[in-house]
């Protein structure tokens, strides 16, 4: 799913602007046939034709290109459920469509309107209740405008996550799982000395086409149940819904900010939901004695590599036979 597509939204301003400039230049237009009354009513009705076709696609667009939650996978459902408000979001959807309805239906009125009016000066008259109905409508789709605007730049974090063998890099913040995923992968993610560098989920890829494996790299979690933020749920989230294999970043150095111990207990955690490999990351910092008085069985970047490369080689193979 890509959600890096929807492009911002305009606001009520720049929808009426673009229309009645439109409109007003199309009213100039001097070709038309008749006799006075007959002219100047297809002028104005020109102009509500020109004002409708100018809002109502944009509104429809708008609309059309906000995903549809409910045929979206449970990942994204949950994901979008944890970072913004989905009823708001669908209020504001329908508020757009309805916004869209009412200026069809107020084009249609006005225009009938005109066809039954005899007098010059009434029929503009028409067409300027019909502007400023039309101004009143869009104008009230701003609240819904700016919710959708707020929800996109928030869609525009996500990842496109795709349908392939996932391996998740799960730890405490600041323990170095962007860093292994940059190492891993070749991608450049944000690295930085502080705990949350990682706001959202990073997705790097080993291999090429259909079989590649992607690596997603989580924020940083604190694992208290009751606190957790809606950054540290993506983390669960991703390893609940998405991950076939988890990668757990230990930091003996402790420089992160987090001790072994604690850092332990969130491993045993995880350990019980999921297999989960070991990597220790500074281990430039780490004497010889720190490492190897490490029981668990931990893996280098090369080491890791090769583990995936093998299982990517795997499954091509399975899929060649398949097909
Ligand atoms: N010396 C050394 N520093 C490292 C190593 N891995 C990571 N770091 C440093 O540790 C800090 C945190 O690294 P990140 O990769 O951003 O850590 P993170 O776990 O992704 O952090 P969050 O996104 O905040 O959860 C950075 O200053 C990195 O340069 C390593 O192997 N050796
Ligand atoms: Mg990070």
Request: with cysteine; aromatic share 8%; hydrophobic share 35%.
């Amino acid at each position: 799913m890509n959600f890096q597509k929807i492009p911002p939204l305009e606001n009520s301003t720049c929808i009426l602007d673009i229309a009645f400039k439109k409109a007003r230049k199309k009213g100039m237009q001097k070709n038309l046939k008749g006799n006075w009354l007959q002219i100047i009513r297809q002028k104005e009705a020109l102009k509500l034709d020109i004002v409708r076709d100018q809002i109502v696609p944009r509104l429809h667009k708008i609309t059309g290109q906000f995903p549809d939650v409910t045929i979206m996978s449970s990942f994204y459902q949950k994901l979008m459920k944890l970072t913004l408000d989905v009823d708001l979001m669908r209020r504001a959807l329908a508020t757009v469509d309805w916004g869209m309805k009412q200026v069809k239906k107020l084009q249609k009125t006005y225009v009938s309107q005109i066809f039954k009016e005899k007098e010059r000066e009434e029929i503009k008259g028409i067409t300027k209740k019909f502007y400023g109905r039309v101004s009143s409508v869009v104008k009230q789709l701003d609240p819904a405008f700016e919710d959708l605007e707020r929800f996109r730049k928030i869609m525009l974090t996500y990842p496109d996550i795709k349908d392939l063998y996932t391996v998740c890099l799960y730890g405490f913040p600041n323990v170095g799982k962007t860093t292994l995923l940059n190492n891993l992968t070749g991608t450049k993610a944000k690295i930085a000395a502080y705990a949350f560098t990682t706001k959202s989920i990073n997705a790097g890829y080993i291999g090429r086409g259909e079989e590649k494996i992607q690596v997603l790299d989580v924020p940083g979690t604190l694992a208290r149940k009751d606190t957790m933020n809606k950054i540290e749920l993506q983390a669960e989230l991703v390893i609940d819904e998405v991950a076939d294999m988890t990668i757990y970043v230990f930091d003996l150095s402790e420089y992160c900010g987090i001790s072994v111990e604690e850092q332990v207990q969130l491993y045993d955690k995880i350990k019980k939901k999921k297999d989960v490999l070991v990597y220790l990351s500074k281990k430039d910092l780490l004497s010889d004695e720190i490492v190897s008085s490490f029981k668990e069985k931990h893996y280098s970047v090369e080491e890791l590599q090769d583990l995936l490369q093998k299982i990517q080689k795997e499954r091509e193979d399975e899929n060649i036979k398949k097909d």
